[in-house]
């Protein structure tokens, strides 16, 4: 029998326990102290709900002999919540959802269904990556597909496969790669250099004009308050506050600003967005799935994913994809057409 957990990671949930139960000691201390007895209760509260945190249990079992997927639930020892047969289930699918919370803002959460002759829900997290890991265990468990939906287009994959790079997948299917042709009206520019490939091109600078207007609202703000403060501690707060604004303004303005670019060297792939001094890399060998979306191509690893922007024209756009794809087989396949 193969258990699943359907929670975050358990260091996660062991950090915010101990945070509320040191907070609950914390104010049942204090209340002693101060004899306070309303204080004592809610400390008593705070010390209940730390203590459901860490030993609360959410997780599937997998029993092969008899035909069944078991959904449980409960606190140390976990009581069946859902039952549904093996034979009824064809895939699992990673989804992503929004959702209002109290305070009106949304938030994105990441559901992992079942799908077949029983459609059901098992649980939602708030991280994608966790999310895809717990569903890659549930379909090598249960020996179905794994549908990710997380960036819109579905990527498919089987239970085989799901510990496979997209270069060994493309080895094995023997599927051939060939470099593609330059679009001749283009805004890219393409470096070859003896160890490395750089593919440039103009950064998205549509979010540039809302970046603009918040700090013009910002710059409003500071130039109306400012001078109504007269106090050393409320100069400190508004150097403080403004200040860190300013910085995440010019931080978000340098990346949609300039040249991205498009790195392929030593074994990797790295996106620069913009004129952000840094970027996100990951290995070639870790890429297990190559999502072209409505926003950019994702490159999606079990622990790293890279986003690389889509310039504003389509066959840019498929040259660079395609271009990655036939730079991937050529360095860990070798079947290309012209190789």
Not at 47 to 74: K, P
Not at 198 to 227: D, H, Q, T, W, Y
Not at 247 to 253: C, P, R, T
Request: glycine share 6%; proline share 4%.
């Amino acid at each position: 029998m193969k258990t699943i957990s359907l929670q975050s990671r358990f260091a996660k949930r062991f950090l915010l326990s101990a945070v509320v139960l040191l907070l609950a000691a914390a104010i049942i201390l204090a209340a002693i102290v101060q004899d306070s007895q309303q204080a004592v209760i809610f400390g008593i509260v705070m010390l209940a709900s730390g203590l459901m945190l860490l030993v609360h249990r959410h997780y599937v079992e997998i029993d092969r002999e008899a035909g069944i997927l078991n959904r449980r639930r409960g606190f140390l020892f976990g009581f069946r919540v859902q039952s549904i047969p093996i034979s009824e289930i064809t895939m699992i699918s990673l989804i992503p959802r929004a959702v209002r919370r109290h305070d009106k803002h949304r938030v994105i959460r990441f559901r992992i269904k079942v799908k077949g002759k029983t459609q059901a829900i098992l649980t939602e997290l708030s991280n994608p990556a966790a999310a895809r890991r717990t569903c890659e265990s549930l379909c090598k468990a249960l020996g179905v597909p794994f549908e990710n939906r997380v960036y819109g287009p579905a990527s498919v994959r089987d239970a085989d496969e799901l510990d496979l790079s997209v270069a060994e997948r493309w080895r094995r299917a023997e599927a051939r790669k060939e470099p593609p042709a330059l679009p001749s009206q283009t805004a890219l520019e393409v470096v070859h250099l003896p160890d490395e490939l750089c593919i440039s091109m103009p950064a998205e600078r549509f979010n540039l004009k809302f970046v603009a207007f918040i700090a013009a609202i910002f710059g409003i703000f500071a130039a109306i308050f400012f001078p109504l403060m007269d106090k050393p501690a409320e100069r400190a707060f508004f150097f403080l506050f403004f200040g860190a604004s300013a910085l995440f303004l010019i931080y978000a303005a340098l990346a949609f600003a300039g040249t991205s670019r498009v790195r392929i060297r030593k074994g990797s792939i790295e996106f620069r967005q913009g004129s952000l001094p840094n970027g996100r890399r990951i290995p070639i060998g870790e890429i297990e799935e190559l999502i072209p979306a409505g926003d950019g191509l994702y490159l999606v690893g079990d622990t790293k994913t890279v986003w690389i922007q889509y310039s504003g024209r389509k066959t840019d756009n498929e040259y660079v994809q395609q271009y990655l794809e036939y730079e991937i087989a050529r360095h860990h396949t070798g079947l290309t057409v012209d190789g």
